[in-house]
């Protein structure tokens, strides 16, 4: 009786694998990328394939978009972002600088894959043209405003997005601005971070959302 409950035991857990705590991506090639799952060895995974609890959705160019505890996540090279153990929990990633110091990594908004550059100095999430237009963003239900840019002054609008993710953190909600012109990439700034508790440790910024 007690080598079949052992046995019942063994099944349970080889049916139900337990889902990874933290998944991170270091390597990207067509059709596969390199993930870290749980601080492990470097695996190589290829896109429709599961390990460890973590499934491989697909890959670009920029990042991976890997299915944790039924949630996906687009994940850049270098970051870090935790998957479905913490049972519903706080929303956690984390953000490795690259060799200038700034934060980049692939989110969404709307759905729509985007890729940010974190800016303490924005005041909102701010899209270009081409990136709002790729998200479905009306801007004649926007605010007119003027803003200051490097050329000058450039006409932008204020909206609301519906859902702005990065990592395993989404908001509702979101106050964001379309610019007029397109830019290099979307700046993720205070309307996204205030709702989040910051912590840099050395080149890692850790993003728990607060509400």
């Keep these: 009786m007690r080598d079949f409950s052992l046995s019942m035991l063994y099944c349970a857990f080889a049916v139900f694998p337990a889902w990874a705590a933290d998944v991170g991506v270091v390597g990207l090639f067509p059709g596969k990328a390199v993930l870290v799952i749980d601080g492990g060895a470097p695996r190589t995974v290829s896109v ?4 460890g609890g973590v499934r491989l959705v697909g890959v670009d160019h920029e990042s991976a978009t890997v299915e944790v505890g039924g949630k996906r996540q687009h994940l850049a090279i270098g970051q870090h972002a935790h998957g479905g153990g913490d049972g519903g929990g706080s929303q956690t990633t984390s953000l490795t600088a690259d060799s200038r110091g700034h934060f980049i990594t692939t989110g969404t908004v709307n759905g729509t894959t985007i890729r940010f550059m ?14 709002a237009r790729r998200a479905n963003i009306n801007v004649d239900n926007g605010r007119p405003v003027m803003v200051q840019t490097a050329n000058g002054l450039t006409q932008a609008w204020l909206v609301t997005l519906n859902s702005v993710q990065v990592g ?3 908001l509702n909600g979101v106050e964001g601005m379309v610019h007029q012109h397109d830019l290099p990439m979307a700046l ?3 309307s996204f971070l205030n709702r989040m508790e910051m912590r840099r440790d050395g080149q890692t910024m850790t993003l728990r959302k607060r509400y």
Excluded: K, Q, R
């Design 48 to 51: 429709g394939t599961s390990v």
């Design 118 to 131: 974190v800016d303490t100095g924005a005041t909102g999430v701010a899209l270009g043209a081409a990136d």
């Design 168 to 170: 395993d953190v989404t």
């Design 188 to 190: 993720l700034g205070m």
